[in-house]
């Protein structure tokens, strides 16, 4: 089923890395290619720049590149080395002096080109790890994009021990395999340093030393060298090389067989997921906008994982903010303590949110946030001696999480009916689902009429009412209903007006993802409460807070005895590592201007969805910023939906992930998220994946 699944092989493709430049990274290269070649593996090379070159007959001449040509036996090409530069310097900055810049994407292509025409592929590096690639990029991240495992090639002398520790703490911390050393240049007579250095080396990295490379002085990088390769090739105790080559054995069956039989999956018929075909993939990395599953196979994050991930994944700034605070502390409590990082954070959420609100009390899902906000504004009228306000006004199709109290609110008979007797009793409205109007009206000319019924309660019930709860702009979870323009402003109004609380659930829309920081900034809404949690901190950790407004939060202030304490926590309340991931989250969408971004791509994205209305079952579209929903159909005159048990959803969903992309259905509605960070091609493969997908399943009904 998965066109793009890799060949397994003997023996892994590898990329050559060093402590520094000038090491010997070429003659460990070469020295790989003709062990592979010894061991009867047909191997292709890779350079992707070489700087400080020369030039020879008015071209420029990658040494290093001809020098694992030699070892190939075959010429070099451009998908061999793709950059020349004569700087010596960093590819970067060699590529700068000539008014380049180095494509990462087109590397990638070329590497993928080699892989299938070899049966493995060995990439030399640019000098050491932190050497800059692009303005961006340095040769860790293309390590990390070709998902490869690394040789690491040391040059024995002073000073050794510390580079090779500090590049392989490098390379672990982003989940970069290294499968052994190779030591160059070793020389017999250097006493003690020398002898000690390799066992040292041994033991300190826990990795196995590949080959010892002497120091040669005859040892030049053309065919003499490689005659002097090859004799130590001769030496080389294969079988232990084979073994150290290995591929890691494939854990796939072993973790799918672990996980029917140990996990039990959220929102998941599990005797549907135990006999899913193909089986449950294993994710096991990520990068920017593509997940990695653990057979190596590549995916495009169409929903973010779940509606989180703002940045992509991996996003260094946020991994650096994680790194950092875990070298401080992981956790402590805020009952009766503070911490910085949920002190900073909560002060860079007041500055973002609302005006109005101006406390935050944390906690750890979007579920949590509601809960907290419900019990909040229940508190708050009874603190002003109001007994009667005990009841809330929700929206049907509405989604706000799991807890009972978040059901209560709920309004997805999907998942909130058979909790029915557990649920407390309120007065539920109908939300503005315009492709299927609960007042039969047309789009064009609405007067927003399903307000008239909100408008009757809030002004004859106000003196049973708490609060109104409300997704801005966009019901998530019932599939992506937008609600139209000046409907939140509208709703906002009733609540102010007829003296009732506005909770806003902005755990979906929160964080740039409608095009607006928030999506109560479209129509200039400013609630008493406030919940957020998903994007919070762009996909890293669980962390969610409620923010209230001075007006709430005075109202529970007393004397111990009075009891108008909040009697609410969770125990990982302001969870420092969660909140300084946030901070650096809030921080990246401001520096890298994102909210602006996000607008515009997407009033591109609107041109680009309405093609999809060429297949017949598509019946609606919607989008508001990055969340989009695709309406499917069995017939679009009626709108008369699939019967359940078409699965027609689930099955788009699976011809799309045949295809390299994850998305999720909701019901028939096909979701699509993408992380903020997306770029124009990637965003391009979802919708043109998406398209082909839905199309088939049409083709096939
Ligand atoms: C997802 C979601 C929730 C629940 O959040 P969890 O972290 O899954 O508990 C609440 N409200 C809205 C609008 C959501 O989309």
């Avoid at 395999?177 to 000690?196: C, H, K, V, W, Y």
């Avoid at 120091?215 to 990088?221: A, K, L, Q, V």
């Avoid at 070298?327 to 805020?334: F, L, R």
């Avoid at 890293?540 to 209230?548: E, I, K, Q, S």
Wanted: a negative charge; aromatic letters at 8%; glycine letters at 8%.
């Amino acid at each position: 089923m998965n066109e793009k699944k890799n060949k397994r092989l003997d023996f892994p493709s590898l990329f050559v890395t060093g402590n520094d430049t000038e090491i010997g990274k070429s003659t460990a290269a070469a020295l790989l290619i003709l062990l592979y070649k010894d061991m009867g593996i047909d191997v292709g090379f890779m350079k992707p720049v070489q700087s400080g070159s020369h030039e020879a007959g008015g071209k420029l001449l990658s040494q290093d590149a001809a020098f694992m040509s030699f070892a190939a036996g075959s010429d070099v090409e451009k998908k061999n080395n793709p950059y020349v530069y004569k700087e010596i310097a960093s590819p970067y900055i060699a590529a700068k002096a000539v008014n380049e810049e180095i494509d990462v994407e087109l590397i990638l292509g070329y590497y993928e080109d080699l892989k299938l025409t070899h049966q493995a592929v060995i990439v030399e590096g640019a000098g050491g790890l932190y050497v800059p690639v692009t303005k961006n990029s340095t040769v860790l991240d293309i390590i990390g994009k070709m998902n490869l495992p690394v040789i690491h090639v040391v040059d024995i002398g002073l000073g050794t021990i510390n580079h090779t520790l500090l590049s392989m703490e490098a390379l672990r911390a982003r989940g970069i395999s290294i499968l052994g050393l190779i030591i160059n240049r070793f020389r017999d007579d250097n006493g003690i340093a020398m002898e000690t250095n390799i066992v040292e080396l041994k033991r300190l990295t826990g990795l196995p030393v590949v080959a010892v490379i002497p120091e040669m002085p005859e040892f030049t990088m053309d065919e003499k060298g490689i005659t002097l390769l090859k004799s130590l090739i001769k030496k080389q105790d294969k079988s232990r090389i084979r073994k150290i080559f290995k591929p890691p054995k494939d854990m796939t069956p072993d973790l799918v067989r672990d996980d029917l039989k140990y996990v039990w999956h959220p929102f998941t018929q599990m005797n549907e997921y135990r006999k899913e075909e193909p089986h449950p993939l294993v994710i096991e990395k990520g990068d920017g906008s593509y997940l990695f599953d653990s057979e190596g196979d590549r995916y495009l994050d169409g929903v973010s994982s779940l509606w989180v991930n703002v940045h992509g994944h991996r996003n260094k700034r946020l991994d650096e903010a994680l790194r950092n605070q875990a070298g401080k502390i992981a956790h402590s409590t805020m009952l009766g303590l503070t911490n910085e990082p949920a002190i900073r954070l909560a002060k860079k959420l007041i500055d973002i949110a609302p005006e109005g609100l101006a406390k935050v009390f944390y906690s750890d899902s979007g579920s949590t946030a509601v809960e907290i906000a419900l019990k909040m504004s229940y508190q708050y009228w009874k603190e002003l001696g109001y007994e009667g306000k005990n009841k809330f006004v929700s929206f049907r199709n509405a989604y706000h999480g799991d807890t009972i109290g978040s059901v209560s609110v709920g309004g997805i008979d999907l998942f909130h009916k058979k909790y029915e007797d557990l649920l407390f009793d309120g007065y539920k409205v109908d939300s503005p689902y315009c492709y299927r109007c609960p007042m039969d009206l047309k789009v064009s000319g609405c007067t927003m009429e399903c307000t008239v019924e909100l408008e009757n309660i809030l002004s004859t019930k106000n003196d049973e009412i708490a609060a109104m709860i409300v997704e801005p702009m966009v019901q998530g979870a019932a599939g992506m209903l937008v609600s139209p323009p000046g409907y939140l402003a509208r709703v906002s109004e009733l609540a102010n007006k007829n003296g009732v609380l506005l909770v806003l659930d902005e755990v979906a829309t929160g964080f740039g993802r409608t095009g607006e920081m928030f999506a109560s900034d479209h129509e200039k809404v400013s609630p008493d409460i406030m919940c957020v949690a998903k994007g919070i901190t762009g996909g890293y950790l669980p962390l969610a807070a409620t923010l209230a407004s001075d007006e709430i939060y005075s109202a529970f202030l007393g004397e111990h005895e009075e009891l108008r304490t909040f009697f609410h926590g969770h125990t990982y309340t302001g969870n420092p590592l969660a909140c300084e991931v946030a901070r650096a989250n809030i921080d990246l969408i401001k520096s890298e201007d994102l909210i602006e971004k996000t607008k515009a791509l997407s009033e591109e994205l609107g041109s680009l969805l309405s093609r999809f209305y060429d297949i017949g079952i598509v019946g609606d579209i919607r989008q508001s910023g990055l969340m989009i929903g695709i309406e499917l159909v069995k017939d679009r005159e009626s709108k008369e939906i699939f019967p359940i048990a078409s699965r027609i959803g689930r099955r788009v969903i699976l011809e799309a992930r045949g295809r390299g992309v994850i998305i999720r259905p909701l019901g028939d509605v096909i979701v699509l998220m993408p992380p903020l960070t997306i770029s124009r091609h990637e965003l391009k493969e979802l919708l043109d994946i998406t398209y082909l997908s839905i199309e088939k399943v049409a083709s096939e009904l």
